[in-house]
């Protein structure tokens, strides 16, 4: 079965200070593993997706997000916060067995919040 | 663009209504979801579609149904609402890999 932990509910950085968001993962296959963002009263939008390609994976926005299968971990980065990034994030996994229907599990997000 | 609209963003009903929320997509996508989102759960399944007239329940079905006769169009029905269906609900659709592209998003208050 799969599942995914998001380590930090709430996350709180300075304008200009790197972001760290923490995603540990199970899976009994090969994941896939994508981190959303939902900005307030907006709907969800792909950040990057990791798909047993190369394992930095670089998304929009200036994040990247690094799959470290030893770790069972997928965090995302960013070396300089914006005040746009302020939003909640969502760690995500599915898995790559056949038949899947592309049903996705949602970690629990972490609230980022940027300050001045 | 891919595009995922939901017909209300929000919604204020009586317990014991029956509520529709309808989804559409513009992409011809073979799978369509209905997630509600509460804060410190994420978003968890309800039902999901992968053909017309195919649905599978998700992780938390109970309480609510779901209809697809068209490809494009996936709704999400609560037979009797209820203060616990109080929510924010998301409807996504997926060609048929795992990206999938999400709604805005409808926010009902059962009273």
């Known amino acids: 079965a799969q599942s995914v932990t998001q380590l930090d509910s709430h996350v709180s950085v300075s304008e200009g200070t790197p972001v760290l968001l923490r995603c540990n993962y199970s899976s009994s296959y090969s994941p896939s593993l994508f981190w959303y963002v939902q900005h307030p009263n907006k709907g969800l939008q792909l950040l990057l997706k990791y798909t047993s390609a190369a394992t930095l994976v670089k998304g929009i926005n200036g994040f990247e997000a690094e799959f470290k299968k030893s770790e069972t971990s997928f965090h995302l980065t960013k070396p300089s916060a914006h005040m746009s990034d302020a939003a909640e994030y969502f760690c995500?996994?599915?898995?790559?067995?056949?038949?899947?229907?592309?049903?996705?599990?949602f970690g629990q997000g972490t609230t980022l919040q940027v300050k001045p | 663009d891919v595009k995922v609209t939901q017909s209300s963003r929000y919604l204020v009903k009586r317990t014991g209504e029956k509520v529709f929320l309808e989804c559409v997509q513009d992409?011809?996508?073979?799978?369509m979801f209905w997630y509600r989102q509460d804060p410190g759960l994420g978003l968890r399944l309800i039902y999901f579609?992968?053909?017309?007239?195919?649905?599978e329940k998700g992780d938390i079905p109970e309480g609510y149904s779901v209809s697809r006769e068209k490809k494009e169009r996936f709704s999400l029905i609560l037979e009797s609402a209820s203060t616990n269906q109080t929510s924010m609900y998301l409807c996504?659709?997926?060609?048929?890999?795992?990206?999938?592209?999400f709604g805005p998003g409808t926010r009902l208050t059962v009273t």
């Open positions: 992409m011809d996508h073979e799978n």
């Open positions: 579609s992968y053909d017309v007239k195919m649905k």
């Open positions: 996504a659709s997926t060609p048929g890999g795992y990206e999938q592209y």
């Open positions: 995500v996994v599915s898995d790559l067995r056949p038949g899947n229907t592309g049903k996705l599990i």
